[in-house]
């Protein structure tokens, strides 16, 4: 039987990830790697996101081009974050349009961009995953994954299948978390009372772990329910997929003392 | 009286706005039921109707065919309701229309005039102009009717009372209707309503001229229609001897078919019903055998900077039907309100056609204050990208340099190593390594400089030390990433969370 | 330049027209002639005995009620029924429908008839409905000397006459009904489509009947379809 060829992926880690987390890059890389995907990791700063939703187009292109170029070469590439890939996939081809330099090479990169978790389903056809974890977790849809690029079942349905893991469902999970990039910290109160709204939510279904597939969103949430003085742990579904929840979660100081 | 005027608009102080709302507890507690009510309603009534998606789309392209032809149908229209007898007014501006309607009432030397709901009528500031000229007018549409009592905008396109407890609302009536007994007990809904009832059919009855704004007007046959409720609209226009309908240029629909097309999504997007309790279809005055009905029929059709939109970057948002499911949706306007919006228009749409009326100069925080969450645009019955349309202005913003100082700095700083991204590697490795190590403690801050927005209300996690791209790069040719463990993580070799048994083995220290 | 031209040569200008392009003009025309019919839900494309059973339930599901008769000789008993039940006296406004008026009204006895336009102080009037639309249960009246508008409106209930081959299965089968009968791009004064009675949820968001039309809406459904 003749070996699958490896999908040559080339993972935007994303700037959030690169900065204030790696391990979730890690955990990306990991999963990729366990999918029979070869992994590299091209020099990357931003999407362009935020000067894009500021207005500046100019430098979102001039970002855009950059990673549209670096990227080439893979098959595909994949980003443990919806607002990430949803800024490749659905607005680098906006960025372009009509640029007759530039727009199929948009085009072609938003056409081979995915998500973590639904190119691991949806084109690598994972359908289990080998971790354990005994906890009760809640998992909150970012608003790019859900309606920029339809990730909902995808997670959920590889959560299932961690030993261990049981998932509670909470009100409201398609809601805003009230990240929203720049706007929570030009608009911060408006941004608090819509992630207040949230941790509540969170905080009723008596979950010990909140997971998502955005670290914007993550942060934002993890950052009010530990101010709000809550016990519930925040990770990034990746880590929890791959096995690799021994990182203190967002927010929580590393453990003193070697085990 | 408020002036509702352009000109005062409070959408400048957005910020403030919102403060007051968010700090109001009996506003909070309304708001509560708009997310509750208004979305379960619209997902329950879509989900039985199977081919709702298809009624989206066809909308939304009867409403782009309408737009893109929208000098013929105006005059195919006009000539329709000239042939039934009626008279059709053009008004460029807010302040034409004003006087157009001034000019009728005084020629039928009209004292008061009732009005169904119109959103274009608050957009002219209609009310004060023909107070201050000596017409009464009263609001029959009840949430409408409660505004005026008090003094307010209405703070949603559909319920414009939605920010009211009924506590609220019977003082209000208690206030002002002294003619009824002191004693009378109004603690019930019912009670309320059939107060208002009762005051408003005297007004119905006497009114000398009825303006109704209007959902649609129908090229083919000349008809405008209101949907309402209450009735309050029929009310308004088929008693008295003049029925006057202010609608501006884009509600134009081309047959009673596409008008039928409409009809499905308007009432479903909205207060999530099947149909309205009353969708009327109005075309000219009585006609000689009638019993009943005006005598005049004025259409009075205003521009105020529609025929403009046609051309530029925010066309898509002529679709617009006023159903109001967008701000029922929009988590910024579950916090705010819309007052907060400072205008007549709030929520998504009220972010984008705002600037188009007033200047996005006054206006420039609506299309600002979003997190693009995108569910507007996912229920927008003709679907209009709202979120494209925020960041369009947030361009326009960015082009003519509206935007703050601190933020464009921010930005341009950011920009310059987001730009160079071996640049942006070195700095961001220093960041994470000063930031890591002084966050180490307690592994979050409660305070950091520059980011006092962010952590007024939350803690902020303290990177994890060295940046992914650094430990990467510095790994070995060909290592696999499950053998990571992070110097963060301080683990030597033991890993929680038991998984298959992987080989783990600490890396060296961070670069 | 009047307000008019002005208005339209601004959307020109910015749909970059003259206005006088053939091919637009056509368009326009075409649309309006032939007037497509675009999505028409399955819902209401039944067989007439299911049809009227569908348009029964959605008028209750409005908060209407509805009651079928045999024939038009059973309306004076209906209503008198009607009004009875409801605590209301025996006295309807009708306008001079022909329909209406050849129902045997003494056949109800005391019931006392008043002819014409309202001025608000019946408490009941009776219609009788051009159609009816069976996938939403809504009513068509149109305006005139035979049911008068303010019938519709005034009276705190409304009693409407449909007859059973009058229910038609969608709004776009109802439109080209009043087409028929008025004339392409003719309209009577008013087309009332009735969903219901009167109701507001203006007062936190509680739904109440009765705001300003009618508070209870009674259909009979004459005849076989």
Known sequence: MAEPMARRVGLFVTCLVDLIRPSVGFAAATLLED???????????????????????????????????????????????????????????????GDPNWQPHADALAEKTYELVSFLVDVCGLD????????????????????????????????????????????????????????????????????????????????????????????????????????????????????????????????RGAA | MVDLAPHTATSPWFKDNARTALADAELQNALKFVEANFIARRREVAGQLPEFELLRDSARDIRD??????????????????????????????????????????????????????????????????????????????????VQLRQEMPSHIIAPAVHLTKAQIESEFRRVHTHLPRDRNLAEPTSLL??????????????????????????????????TNEGNGDLTQTLPRAHIVLASIEKLVPTLEDLSQLLRVLARSATGQEMSVYTTLSTGPRRPDDPDGPAEYHVVLLDNGRSSMLGGAFRDMLRCIRCGACMNHCPIYHAVGGHAYGWVYSGPMGAVLTPSLIGIDRAGHLPNASTFCGRCEEVCPVRIPLPRMMRSWREREFEQHLSPATVRSGLAFWAFFAKRPRLYGIATAAAARLLGFVGR?????????????????RDFPAPQGATFQAQWKSAERGRLARSYVSSAGGQSGKGTGGTDGRDRRAPGPPP | MTPRQLILATIRRSLAVTGTEATRGLEVAARVIRHPPGVVPERGQRLPAERLDLFARMVKAAAGTVERAGDPTDIPAAVAAFLRAHNLPLAIRRGDDPLLS??????????????????????????????????????????????????????????????????????????????????????????NMITGPSRSADIEQTLILGAHGPRRLHVIVVGEP
Not at chain 1, 159 to 165: D, I, N, R, S
Not at chain 2, 449 to 456: F, K, M, N
Not at chain 3, 162 to 169: F, R
Request: charged residues 20%; proline residues 4%.
């Open chain 1, 35 to 97: 999918a029979g995907c070869t992994v590299e990791v091209p020099p990357q700063s931003c999407c362009g996101q935020p000067a894009f939703n500021s207005g500046d187009r100019a430098t979102a292109r001039e970002i855009a081009a950059q990673v549209i170029v670096a990227f080439a070469p893979y098959d595909y590439v994949v980003a443990p974050s919806g607002s990430c890939a949803g800024m490749l996939k659905v607005h680098y081809p906006e960025l372009f349009r």
């Open chain 1, 128 to 255: 289990r995953v080998k971790a354990r974890l005994e906890a009760t977790a809640t998992y909150h849809d970012s608003c790019s994954s859900l309606r920029e690029l339809g990730v909902r079942d995808q997670p959920r349905r590889l959560l299932a299948t961690v030993e261990g893991l049981r998932l509670a469902e909470m009100r409201d999970t398609e809601v805003c978390c009230g990240f929203g990039g720049t706007f929570c910290v030009k608009y911060p109160e408006i941004s608090n009372a819509i992630v207040a709204k949230k941790a509540a939510a969170i905080a009723a279904t008596g979950a010990d772990l909140l997971l998502a597939g955005d670290l914007g969103c993550l942060m934002n949430m993890a950052g009010k329910l530990q101010r709000d003085g809550a016990k519930i742990e925040a990770r990034h579904v990746a880590e929890v997929l791959a096995g690799m929840t021994h990182e203190p979660a967002i927010g929580v100081p590393p453990r």
């Open chain 2, 65 to 146: 065919h309408t737009l893109a032809h929208l000098d013929l149908y105006l005059a195919a229209y006009e000539k329709r309701v000239v042939e039934h007898g009626g008279h059709v007014h053009y008004a460029v501006t807010g302040e034409d229309a004003q006087r157009i309607v001034l000019g009728i009432c005084r020629k039928l030397g009209a004292r008061t005039v009732t009005k169904g709901k119109s959103m274009v009528a608050e957009e002219i500031g209609l009310n004060d102009f023909l107070e201050a000229h000596g017409v009464i007018p009263v609001e029959t549409d009840l949430g409408e009717y409660i």
């Open chain 2, 194 to 227: 059939a107060e208002a009832r009762a005051v408003l059919r005297e007004k119905f009855l006497t009114a000398d001229v009825g303006i109704t704004g209007a959902n649609f007007l129908v090229a083919e046959t000349g008809t405008s229609v209101i949907v």
């Open chain 2, 441 to 457: 403690r307690w592994g979050r801050f409660a305070w950091l400089p520059l980011a006092s927005g962010w952590t007024r209300h």
């Open chain 3, 102 to 191: 050849s129902v045997p009204w003494e056949r109800a006895g005391t019931l006392e008839i008043r002819l014409g336009a309202s001025d608000g102080n019946d408490l009941a009037a009776i219609s009788h409905a051009f159609a009816a639309v069976a996938e939403t249960g809504t009513l068509v009246l149109t305006s005139g000397p035979d049911n008068p508008t303010t019938l519709n409106f005034l009276p705190d209930v409304h009693i409407v006459v449909v007859s059973a081959s009058d229910v038609v299965s969608d709004f776009e089968t109802a439109m080209a009904r009043l087409r028929g009968r008025f004339g392409a791009g003719v309209m009577p004064r008013a087309v």
